[in-house]
């Protein structure tokens, strides 16, 4: 059973178009992590979430936590080919071990000029 | 650049071979970590070290030994590994959580093959 479910898994958009990227779970997180990764390089951090209800905005990205901190959303305005790679959520469980990230499986994603 | 440095960038080894990978920070971090990802995969975590003790080993075969020599490194010695065990070996470090879970930084990972 995955514990943090991604979707979509693959999602191929054309330059300019919008996309919302899910990451959900029936647990509860003290806090969600968003990266991105590229071929060949490890995740970069993009963003963490901490708060319920929680919405962090980074240029063309809005991120938000649900309120009961067991889902969170990635969200991309005018997509650009730039954004192109694997977007992976990461959440570390309410009481569970620290620094016992829990990765959802990732949404590859193309965009394409 | 990242600021977590992982060497060697890649390593191909024999099954009978001893080598170790390894990783550097000089963030300050005192919680470093150890992921492995296959491809298409999300990484899993291995071993997490906080202030240079081991804290997590994720039931991790003995073949992989972690050590942590001191505050900025973190080494991962091999020894006699199988073919599945070929994968991106990721090094990762952070603050310790203090109650509330601090982001990972990671390096770009060791792309390790045995043959």
């Known amino acids: 059973t995955q514990l943090l479910e991604q979707s979509p898994q693959f999602l191929s958009i054309q330059e300019g178009e919008n996309l919302t990227v899910y990451c959900n779970s029936s647990?509860?997180?003290?806090?969600l992590q968003w990266y991105r990764q590229e071929p060949g390089e490890g995740p970069v951090l993009l963003v963490t979430?901490?708060?319920?209800?929680e919405v962090k905005k980074l240029k063309r990205l809005t991120f938000q936590f649900g309120d009961a901190r067991k889902d969170s959303s990635l969200h991309i305005t005018a997509a650009q080919p730039g954004d192109t790679g694997l977007y992976l959520c990461?959440?570390?469980?309410?009481?569970?071990?620290?620094?016992?990230?829990?990765f959802g499986k990732g949404t590859k994603l193309s965009v394409k000029p | 650049d990242t600021e977590v440095t992982q060497t060697p960038k890649h390593l191909v080894m024999g099954m009978t071979n001893k080598k170790s990978l390894k990783c550097e920070q000089h963030m300050g971090h005192r919680a470093m970590y150890w992921y492995k990802q296959k491809a298409k995969k999300p990484p899993e975590l291995m071993f997490v070290y906080s202030y240079e003790k081991l804290s997590i080993n994720e039931s991790v075969p003995s073949r992989f030994s972690p050590e942590c020599p001191n505050s900025s490194l973190l080494n991962l010695h091999l020894h006699a590994l199988q073919p599945e065990d070929s994968a991106l070996y990721l090094c990762?470090?952070?603050?310790?959580?203090?109650?509330?879970?601090?982001?990972?930084?990671f390096g770009d990972g060791t792309r390790l093959s045995i043959l």
């Open positions: 979430v901490v708060t319920g209800g």
């Open positions: 990762a470090s952070s603050q310790p959580g203090q109650g509330i879970s601090q982001p990972q930084h």
């Open positions: 647990s509860v997180f003290s806090s």
């Open positions: 990461a959440g570390e469980r309410y009481g569970g071990s620290q620094g016992n990230l829990i």
